[in-house]
């Protein structure tokens, strides 16, 4: 079964300076990983994936995300933040077999102060 | 260009009622998906559809079911619905092979007062 952990729930960081969300995975074969923003009301919107291509991923409004076999790990980062950015970030990991069920994770609230 | 639509946006609804939670899609996806979502627990996956007519319990499928008639619509139904089940509901879905990820609805807030 694959799992993942995001390690911080919320996470405050000045207009301007760089953010990190970190997320651990933990999978049995190799995963597929991906992280989604959602912003209030509104539903999940794909930032980014990795499957199994370059380990550097690139996704939408300059985020960016580095697959590390060694750590497990799948930490988000972008170099400035913007007020828009604001939100709550998933972390999730992809299945095999029937359906390639994504297992989320806990999630992480983003907050971004001037 | 909305490509999956939750019929409601919000929804109050007594305990006992049989409520049903709508999902379109417009991609020809295979895969439909119905999750809830609540702080501090992230999405748990209640059901999952990968074929018309063909469904698979996810994590959490106590007091739920689904529906899948046709390929574009995948229902979900409270069977009786309960004070513990006010939560938001997500709607997704995929490619059969779901490595370029979900698609979600905007969700579906519901209240069981």
């Known amino acids: 079964a694959q799992s993942v952990t995001q390690l911080d729930s919320h996470v405050s960081v000045s207009e301007g300076t760089p953010v990190l969300l970190r997320c651990n995975y933990s999978?049995?074969?190799?995963?597929?990983l991906f992280w989604y923003v959602q912003h209030p009301n509104k539903g999940l919107q794909l930032l980014l994936k990795?499957?199994?291509?370059?380990?550097l991923v690139k996704g939408i409004n300059g985020f960016e995300a580095e697959f590390k076999k060694s750590e497990t790990s799948f930490h988000l980062t972008k170099p400035s933040a913007h007020m828009s950015d604001a939100a709550e970030y998933f972390c999730a990991v992809s299945g095999v077999g029937t359906a390639s069920k994504l297992t989320f994770g806990t999630g992480t609230r983003l907050q971004v102060t001037l | 260009d909305v490509k999956v639509t939750q019929s409601s946006r919000y929804l109050v609804k007594r305990t006992g009622e049989k409520v049903f939670l709508e999902c379109v899609q417009d991609?020809?996806?295979?895969?439909m998906f119905w999750y809830r979502q609540d702080p501090g627990l992230g999405l748990r996956l209640i059901y999952f559809?990968?074929?018309?007519?063909?469904?698979e319990k996810g994590d959490i499928p106590e007091g739920y079911s689904v529906s899948r008639e046709k390929k574009e619509r995948f229902s979900l139904i409270l069977e009786s619905a309960s004070t513990n089940q006010t939560s938001m509901y997500l709607c997704?879905?995929?490619?059969?092979?779901?490595?370029?990820?979900?698609?979600f609805g905007s969700g579906t807030r519901l209240t069981v007062v």
């Open positions: 999978s049995s074969y190799s995963p597929s």
């Open positions: 559809s990968y074929d018309v007519k063909m469904k």
């Open positions: 990795y499957t199994s291509a370059a380990t």
């Open positions: 997704a879905s995929s490619l059969i092979q779901g490595a370029r990820g979900y698609t």
């Open positions: 991609m020809d996806h295979e895969n």
